[in-house]
């Protein structure tokens, strides 16, 4: 297989990437720098720090060139950044030299590649946002539809008290909207412009080097940090942090709905399943079984950008090349994860007859905690716990069902205790408000 199964045409469909992937090439990369250094000398020609016709010619120039990544590999090998070899190669090309020596003027390599950068992660935020959107949507449909279809919930994998299908959806939905609410915030805490020169004191970029960050930052469209962040690698941990929010509460969707296409579960089907090369029976949950490794893969990585963002001196080439090699898988595998969930997100289909029998099985102690409640009123409260515990074990050790067992003791109980549609709570509450609120963004 492949290096990377985000450049894998064999595995292309079981991790698409969708719009995000071309954010993370090398011709995306080169793009990205390029427009950062015609902004730059924008900037610096109207403010009279190089000659604003050379800032004109290399401004235009950076829209209609383009530098092929493998002419400058052996340079990005040699000098172990990609900038000098890009510079040089883009001189070259523009076939004006009284105007290209005034290309990267006072810049160094971090602050184009850093800068670079932030507007990629800038539009693969706004790609997921949009993800988030829509699965948000989706899931508030289903989740004001069986907002009322009571299922067993079920912690530390047995069976708790009912729920209902729709409160397990806005389970699902509830972080992402939080998620989607923290995105601005996100932003402006995040997608700063670099510009501090070779060592962060911007020496080389003159008396109106504070006055160029911030146009540069205005030019486009990202946030002026006032300093330098070379070693500060706080806004990627925190667009990480975010990331990991989101594949946190995809991980939890995948995780559950992996439990509820089990054989022995069958309380939901997926639609378009896998199949099995031997096993004609079987459907696999293919998505959410991607959507789990590509969290797997991620709490991985996860841990090497903490590692990368700890740098020596004033800058630190082996921590900056580790979060290179991070940051794209990273982001990646959210923009996978999501592309699976939003093709789910609307697709899950309950087995109604499947969740009543959950709810009949293991006689009926999945009422327990209420039977426990309703006894609370014809007794004290730790006589009722100790009558509803002695009533639970009695009817396993009979094999007799806890409803039989506690109307024959307790004819006086209300005979709703025993009733799933009565025993959810707050579930279809909410499933109601997360359908509203998804319904609101």
């Not at 022995?264 to 459907?283: C, F, N, V």
Request: charge should be negative; charged fraction near 15%; hydrophobic fraction near 50%.
């Amino acid at each position: 297989m492949a290096a990377s199964v985000f450049d894998s045409p064999l595995y292309a469909q079981l991790f698409p990437t969708g719009e995000a992937g071309r954010l993370f090439s090398d011709t995306a990369a080169i793009r990205a720098m390029l427009l950062v250094e015609g902004a730059l000398a924008k900037v610096q020609g109207n403010l009279g720090v190089i000659p604003e016709v050379s800032a004109a010619a290399i401004h235009r120039a950076t829209m209609e060139i383009q530098v092929d990544p493998g002419a400058i590999a052996a340079a990005t090998g040699e000098n172990g950044v990609s900038v000098p070899g890009l510079v040089a190669a883009f001189r070259d090309e523009m076939k004006a030299p009284e105007h290209a020596q005034f290309v990267h003027w006072g810049a160094t390599s971090q602050d184009i590649i850093d800068t670079g950068l932030m507007l990629r992660l800038r539009q693969a935020l706004l790609l997921a946002e949009k993800d988030l959107r829509d699965i948000i949507a989706a899931l508030g449909n289903e989740a004001r539809a069986h907002a009322h279809l009571p299922m067993v919930a079920r912690t530390y994998g047995q069976q708790a008290t009912p729920t209902s299908w729709g409160a397990v959806l806005a389970q699902f939905g509830m972080p992402l909207i939080d998620a989607l609410a923290a995105l601005e915030p996100l932003r402006a805490s995040t997608l700063w412009v670099s510009l501090s020169g070779a060592a962060g004191t911007s020496s080389a970029l003159g008396p109106s080097s504070s006055e160029t960050r911030a146009a540069l930052a205005d030019a486009l469209g990202l946030i002026d940090p006032k300093r330098s962040w070379h070693t500060d690698r706080t806004p990627v941990l925190r667009i990480a942090d975010w990331q990991g929010q989101v594949m946190a509460a995809l991980g939890h969707m995948a995780q559950t709905l992996i439990g509820l296409t089990a054989t022995e579960t069958a309380e939901i089907t997926l639609g378009a399943s896998g199949a099995s090369s031997t096993m004609p029976q079987k459907q696999n949950p293919v998505r959410p079984s991607a959507m789990l490794a590509l969290v797997h893969q991620f709490t991985g990585l996860r841990s090497t950008l903490q590692t990368a963002a700890v740098h020596q001196h004033q800058r630190d080439g082996a921590a900056w090349f580790a979060e290179w090699m991070a940051v794209p898988q990273m982001t990646l595998a959210l923009a996978a994860s999501l592309q699976h969930a939003r093709a789910l997100a609307g697709g899950i289909t309950p087995q109604p007859v499947q969740m009543h029998a959950a709810l009949e099985s293991n006689l009926g102690l999945i009422h327990a905690e209420r039977l426990s409640f309703a006894l609370a009123d014809l007794m004290p409260r730790p006589d009722a716990q100790a009558t509803s515990k002695a009533l639970c074990l009695e009817a396993r050790a009979k094999q007799t069902p806890l409803k039989s067992l506690a109307m024959s003791d307790y004819p006086a109980l209300p005979e709703d205790t025993f009733d799933p549609a009565s025993g959810m709570g707050q579930a279809p509450a909410l499933a109601l408000a997360f359908a509203d609120a998804a319904e609101a963004l």
